[in-house]
């Protein structure tokens, strides 16, 4: 499972998306902060007993390409489920 696909059907946190997707949470944050300058990412922060926290969620459900030996053809279907409480 990759970043993208652990955040299609509910926001998590970078730490909850390390421990489900098994990447070191150095690179969760850096391709977080990839995805968040591409506009791919819904983030929403707020204060809890540990501090200041974030949560993600993904904008896009899938991204297909096709390829018919000249010409790539992408498409995108957005997230349904494109909200944080």
């Known amino acids: ?5 652990s955040i299609i059907d509910g926001p ?3 730490v909850e998306i390390s421990k489900v997707t098994n990447i070191p949470i150095s690179t969760v944050y850096r391709r977080l ?3 968040q300058e591409h ?4 983030t929403s922060g707020g204060l809890n007993k540990d501090g200041k926290y974030f949560v993600y969620l993904s904008k896009l459900k899938t991204i297909s390409t096709f390829f018919d030996g000249s ?7 957005p997230n349904l489920n494109f909200t944080i409480n």
């Open 1 to 5: 499972m990759g970043i993208v696909s």
């Open 12 to 14: 998590k946190t970078a």
């Open 33 to 35: 902060q990839f995805l």
């Open 39 to 42: 506009k791919m990412l819904k």
């Open 71 to 77: 010409n790539i053809m992408i498409s995108v279907t």
